[in-house]
């Protein structure tokens, strides 16, 4: 079974925290036009990044990326700003 769960910012264990395009298939998350946030740049913590990156944001273009359900600590949603 295929659930797409939309634009997430994932935050996975061992300090890796990406954001893209989501979907569960069997038992992994699938991340499409995935990026790696190396720098959060915020002065309200990771949930500001939800609206988008700040000036300060790094983040680097990844592709795809496979990651086991249970290694993902927790999603927030996107609601706008990420492309």
Same mark, same amino acid.
């Given at each position: 079974?295929?659930?797409?769960?939309? $634009?997430? =910012?994932? /935050?996975?264990?061992?300090?890796?925290?990406?954001?893209?395009?989501? &979907?569960?298939?069997?038992?992994?998350?699938?991340?499409?036009?995935? $990026?790696? =946030?190396? /720098?959060?740049?915020?002065?309200?913590?990771?949930?500001?990044?939800? &609206?988008?990156?700040?000036?300060?944001?790094?983040?680097?273009?990844?592709?795809?990326?496979? /990651?086991?359900?249970?290694?993902?600590?927790?999603?927030?949603?996107?609601?706008?700003?990420?492309?």
């Amino acid at each position: 079974m295929n659930k797409y769960l939309g $634009k997430q =910012i994932v /935050v996975i264990d061992n300090n890796f925290v990406h954001v893209g395009d989501c &979907s569960i298939q069997e038992g992994l998350l699938c991340i499409d036009n995935a $990026k790696n =946030i190396r /720098v959060w740049g915020t002065t309200e913590g990771l949930g500001q990044l939800i &609206s988008g990156p700040t000036k300060e944001t790094k983040a680097d273009d990844l592709g795809t990326v496979l /990651v086991p359900v249970a290694r993902v600590v927790f999603f927030l949603r996107v609601v706008k700003g990420w492309k």
